[in-house]
């Protein structure tokens, strides 16, 4: 599956791979409303996290997996702070209930962890083949 990568040669990354970080200069395409702040994605802040901290790592010589582990753990508090939404008492969702992916009974907060670890390796693997860039500092909140 990655033997056309191989091609590349080892400086070579593959072109339109890397994905771009939001910015907080962003604006949405001409024609298109801005999502409200209770219509964002409750995953949205660890997702951002995920990718930032992957592509930050991915330069390590550590494997792909180990490297995803550590990415899961820069993101424990944006993963603690969904799991408590999913905690929530207003919360709808069933205690339990069957993954999409595999059929088995499955908790929120796992699949959340599963979620975690499945998209940190995915960016850090992503990051490797197409020499990403690491994202830009952060700007200091004023």
């Known amino acids: 599956m990655l033997a056309p990568l191989a091609a590349c040669g080892p400086q070579a990354g593959v072109k339109g791979l890397c994905t771009p970080f939001e910015t907080a200069d962003a604006k949405p395409a ?4 801005a999502p409200s702040a209770a ?3 409750a995953s949205a802040p660890l997702e951002d ?5 992957a592509y ?3 330069g ?3 494997p792909a997996d180990q490297v995803a582990s550590a990415t899961v753990a820069a993101c ?3 993963l603690s702070a969904w ?7 207003a919360a709808t969702a069933p205690a339990q209930a069957l993954s999409l992916m595999t059929g088995e009974p499955v908790s929120p907060m796992t699949a959340h962890r599963e979620f975690a670890e499945s998209r940190a390796l995915f960016y850090v693997v992503q990051a490797r083949a197409g020499h990403c ?4 500092p952060a700007r200091p909140r004023s």
């Open 30 to 33: 001409a024609g298109v409303p």
């Open 39 to 41: 219509a964002a994605d």
């Open 49 to 53: 996290c995920l990718h930032r901290w």
């Open 56 to 58: 930050s790592l991915a």
């Open 60 to 62: 390590s010589s550590d």
């Open 76 to 78: 424990a508090g944006q």
């Open 83 to 89: 799991n408590r939404e999913a905690l929530a008492p």
């Open 133 to 136: 860039a690491p994202p830009p």
